[in-house]
Nanobody
Framework: QVHLLESGGGLVQAGGSLRLSCAASGRTISDLHMGWFRQAPGKERAFVAAISWNGGTTFYADSVKGRFTISRDNAKNTVSLQMNSLKPEDTAVYFC?????????????????WGQGTQVTVSS
């Protein structure tokens, strides 16, 4: 069983940056594809970014491409999301998730493990 714990959320002004971290415990995540999703108030949870098990391939939602960067450190069992040029519409609870690759990284139903989430609020 993998336990995921997000950190790094907070309040930031538009145009600012935050770095989210996801620390895994219980077992290694080196064989898992890892992703970040977010859920804004009144909306469904949405894909943000993902990274393959070895870090060789990354995936991004169009809305964050060029502003967010996902990375991982398998030696430390962590995944990070660097968020730059933040906009008020990035305000959401951000979740870290892991999957045994199931054909797509974009579908939340394909993920096996989830963290509790961390709040990101971007003020205008």
């Amino acid at each position: 069983q993998v336990h995921l714990l997000e950190s790094g959320g907070g309040l930031v002004q538009a145009g600012g940056s935050l770095r989210l971290s996801c620390a895994a415990s219980g077992r290694t995540i080196s064989d898992l594809h890892m992703g970040w999703f977010r859920q804004a108030p009144g909306k469904e949870r949405a894909f943000v970014a993902a990274i393959s098990w070895n870090g060789g391939t990354t995936f991004y939602a169009d809305s964050v491409k060029g502003r967010f960067t996902i990375s991982r450190d398998n030696a430390k069992n962590t995944v990070s999301l660097q968020m730059n040029s933040l906009k008020p519409e990035d305000t959401a609870v951000y979740f870290c998730a892991g999957q045994y690759y199931a054909g797509t990284v974009y579908d939340e139903k394909k993920y096996n493990y989830w963290g509790q989430g961390t709040q990101v609020t971007v003020s205008s």
